[in-house]
């Protein structure tokens, strides 16, 4: 009897339990509410299901306090230190959900640096079921510290995670509108164009200036919140500016003059209309066809311009491969790929199976470590199996090595290699400028200063116009992807 008194008063103490360091409990909207490690440690010793091991100290929150230090640029050293409740809590949470798993997530979730490409690869396409199921414990992460996040707060920190809305769109939009402004004005003048990109950039550059250095989120759980929304973000930035948008240790491709005037002679006979190198008239659903007609001078191009040994066995094994690297290039370039439409010329073609022989002479991997969650990945073989219909998802990673050197090849061949350069060095310094803004991790700041970077580079542009007296000059824009009738 003495026995279940004890257990009936435990079970009591039990339910009468509240702890002071879980989201939800003791909400503190004003911030007012403090707290000390020393007491979240009590806490987290008080919670523990057995006696089995050590009790927790703060060498046991070491990992997630040296994560949550570089969200928030403090330090936390001291257990008698006085913290804000959220900020406890959140330290709290993290603990939590990395503690079954070791120290894996903390470390997925951490800054990116050096080589962590392949997390890129594992935060932006479906993984294993065990990566899936750390996927979900990020999501429960975020899902607590929205706990006790003011509701108008989560609709602004969703938008600014939305590649649709306030990330990639945001940025594409703002050079969308620049673009707008030089084509209208400048057209083609592939000179004054590359003038007009190393002044934008150095505007960039100057706006990161002025802007910097930026203040972080004071508020640990908002912080962290924003941080995971936009992970994925973060690395792919990181990406551009540590490959600095190349391919690292590869063979450099410089402007490559070829002659297209037997093929292009021979397609104008067929289809009764002048057709240039560069003239936009198949379409994807047509290449494969096209190919095969055309295999012999097709190879002998790919050939004089990769530099590369290729033949006719080869160059036909490769069209379903290249047929999938033009699907990738006209999908990130915002191009059409509907049946009647026909965004691709024979220099489009070439440069396709030029990136596809290319990667398979050089065979350069962007992944050079796998992790526990993110293995090494072949990038012919990833095209492969999108081909065999063995996955629906290329990795980010492969889908860039082969569309970059498509690129590469493209402007070559069509002498715009230097003008493709200008551009690039504004990519690299709008990557840096976004990257610092997005790692403020504060919602308010972010979408106040990519506003004002959008409106600097608007006034920037119609600065230069006026600058070389061009706003008189208006020239119309005509893209007509559409079979001639």
Known sequence: M????????????????????NFGNNPDPAGKQIGTIKELIAELNQ???????????????????????????????????????????????????????????????EFPEGDSHGTM???????????????????????????????????????????????????????????????????????????????????????????????????????????????????????????????????????ISLSFEKICADISTQLDRDILKDTNFLSICEMCDFCNRHMDPLVEIVTKASGFDYDNRAFKQDIDRAILVMLIYLGQAKLPVAPESKPIGIVHVVAAFASVLHQRINKANLVKRSTKYTPRIDPQRQLDKRIKEATQYIPWTVQYLYSERMRWYLYAMLGRKDMADSHKALQLAQSELIRDIFLSLSPELIVEKISAYRDRMIQAANDFVIAHDRQHIRYEKIRNYQPNT
């Open 121 to 255: 690869d594992f935060l932006t396409m479906p993984s294993s079921p065990e990566g899936e199921d750390i996927k979900r414990q990020i999501s429960r992460i975020i899902t607590g510290l929205e706990t006790e996040i003011d509701h108008v707060e989560i609709e602004q920190i969703n938008a600014i995670g939305d590649p649709r809305k306030l990330r990639e769109n945001y940025r594409r939009d703002t050079n969308e509108a620049v673009d707008d402004i030089l084509l209208t004005h400048i057209h083609i003048e592939d000179e004054l164009m590359k003038d007009a990109n190393d002044y934008l950039a150095e505007k960039t550059r100057q706006f990161l200036s002025l802007i910097s250095p930026l203040k972080r989120e004071p508020r640990a759980h908002v912080a962290t919140c924003v941080y995971l929304k936009i992970l994925d973000y973060v690395h792919r930035l990181h990406f551009q500016l540590a490959t600095k948008l190349s391919i690292p240790h590869d063979h450099p491709i410089s402007n």
């Open 47 to 109: 919670e523990r299901s057995d006696s089995s091991g050590s009790a927790y100290d703060i060498k046991s929150l070491g990992t997630v306090l040296r994560f949550l230090s570089s969200i928030t640029g403090k330090e936390y050293r001291s257990i008698t230190e006085i913290h804000p409740l959220s900020t406890l809590k959140t330290i709290k949470l993290l603990r939590r959900e990395s503690r079954y798993i070791d120290a894996h997530l903390i470390k997925l979730l």
């Open 2 to 21: 003495a026995v279940k008194i004890k257990e009936s008063a435990a079970s009591q103490q039990s339910a009468a339990y509240q702890p002071r360091f």
